[in-house]
DNA sequence: TATTGTTATACTCTATAACTATA
DNA sequence: TATAGTTATAGAGTATAACAATA
């Protein structure tokens, strides 16, 4: 197999190993009552460090716009809350309730969750952890995220 | 660090490299003139072996509702065309035009496409492969698709 | 009766543009 | 005048349910 095959071989699987990964995250946001887009945001709020909304459409990389829904869905899930900031009355604060936190953990926990790498040994894992940074690093410039 | 971070860190490493993937080939799609659905019907779709509208949906994961919509994209494009089978009038053979080639040549090539892994060599190559295999083997049953 | 493809409809996610209330 | 958040609107993707033609 010469290297082209090779590298469309490791393409098409890690786009399938992603996509499992990604049926399973979905999956218990739902159960958490969270669509897929929420229970990101959600991720994204540091309970201990609330901040304007702004901020978390940067950190989504969406516009302001659709924050607005997600915090919507959060905030009648009792989740979040909006503040308005004092200091600069356009402003709105996002800050995690209890509730929200619970939840929030939750969904930290199914986004590192690493059940699908089970197979492999802690050599291996760190083998190919080194090997998903180097990609990465090289690969991935400024544009991506996440998502 | 421990295993369970370690985990986490690989998780969130693929997640990122992939994102950036599918970044290169939906902007790729773009240029082609296909959206993202379309140019992933078009790669399901064997020039050589036309087959029926309902075996699309299963290739995609998706209902055969959907199929409906992206096929007439495809169609008004001229990359494919609706034939009734004579043999069982219900169904519509799907069928690759010549243009249609040309372009879903293009698909394939973008979505094997592995300048992102430029950075490894031969021998890291073979690694990523074999490790990447191991998990998709063990931890990707049945309902796993590629979307 | 069962199946193929279609239509109608709805929900999620995302983007752009215009609006408001502040600054 | 510029910024934060909102609203209105639109398009893509997907799902369910009902329908017509055919088997």
Known sequence: MDRADLAAD??????HVTAALRHRQDSVFAELGLTPAAARALHELDPDRP????DLAERL???RSNVTALVDKLEQAGLVE???DPADRRQKTLVVTGPGRGV???VVEVMSDSRL???LSDEELRTLRDLVWKV???GCPEQCDTR
């Open 51 to 54: 901040s304007p909304a702004r």
């Open 82 to 84: 909006r503040r308005t």
């Open 104 to 106: 929030r953990a939750g």
């Open 136 to 138: 990465s690093d090289d």
């Open 117 to 119: 790498l089970a197979a």
């Open 61 to 63: 990389g969406c516009d």
């Open 10 to 15: 490791v393409v098409r699987r890690l786009a």
